[in-house]
């Protein structure tokens, strides 16, 4: 593994050879701006006391459309071109024949896309601090805490996923389309599919599609319950998704 950060630095440099990364970071930061001020505007108004089901801080991130569908877009986006590109260009065959194995090759651009994932969730945190400091209003840091440790795990899972697609074609675009579709199901379908079954008396089928629910999941991480089988699900997806493009790549070595 001691190639890993190697091939992490080029893959982070390579994103910035072209557009394509300053623009989803730009997007995301349009998206943080308008969503914390939807966050001020909520707690500006005079209302009741809020529940903590209606409480604009527990809805900040996790319950913001903008944010669930950039998330849609900037994954697949972000990992596309991954091993897509290395196939196209011939330059996986370059890296199968030097002194690196295909766990290096996979977990350094992993690491990378992790790594940008991460930094389009910056913009929603540098606001807190001024809400809480500048604004006056103190809030409760442990479900934001909470809130981090979920978003992370989740990343992790879903550029995991974006790698293994990205091993499969030499296609940027087919890449990024499988990825969208595998993570639509797992952020929208499993969410229409606990209720659905709900209303029909399948409860078992609910309660099965309500577990692995991300949208779920991450609200209750913003309400400050780190559930730790959420966390597991998340870890045990990732890991699986780098065995399967570690064992793919291996083979193609094989070959």
């Not at 950060?5 to 050879?17: D, K, V």
């Not at 992993?110 to 103190?138: C, D, E, K």
Request: net charge neutral; glycine share 6%.
């Amino acid at each position: 593994m001691r190639h890993v950060p190697t091939i992490a630095a080029r893959e982070l440099a390579a994103y910035f050879l072209g557009p394509t990364a300053y623009l989803v970071m730009l997007g995301f930061q349009v998206v943080a701006f308008l969503n914390f001020w939807e966050l001020v505007e909520s707690l500006a108004r005079p209302q009741v006391e809020f529940s903590s089901l209606r409480d604009p801080m527990s809805a900040y991130i996790s319950g913001s459309t903008p944010f669930w569908f950039g998330i849609l877009v900037a994954v697949p986006v972000l990992t596309m071109r991954m091993l897509a590109e290395e196939n196209r260009s011939g330059t996986i065959e370059t890296l199968a024949t030097a002194p690196i194995t295909e766990a290096d090759i996979v977990v350094g651009k992993w690491l990378a896309g992790v790594v940008m994932y991460l930094a389009l969730l910056v913009p929603f945190a540098i606001y807190l601090p001024f809400l809480y400091h500048q604004g006056r209003y103190p809030f409760d840091v442990g479900p934001f805490i909470s809130l981090g440790v979920g978003l992370t795990t989740m990343g992790m899972a879903f550029v995991a996923i974006g790698l293994f697609f990205s091993s499969l074609t030499r296609s940027q675009v087919v890449a990024a389309i499988w990825t969208f579709v595998a993570l639509f199901v797992l952020v929208v379908m499993t969410l229409l599919a606990a209720y659905m079954p709900a209303a029909r008396g399948w409860t078992a089928w609910s309660d099965a599609a309500r577990h692995v629910a991300v949208i779920r999941q991450i609200h209750d991480f913003a309400l400050g319950r780190l559930d730790l089988r959420a966390v597991a699900l998340h870890l045990s997806a990732c890991v699986f998704a780098l065995y399967a493009t570690t064992t793919l790549l291996a083979a193609r070595r094989g070959c």
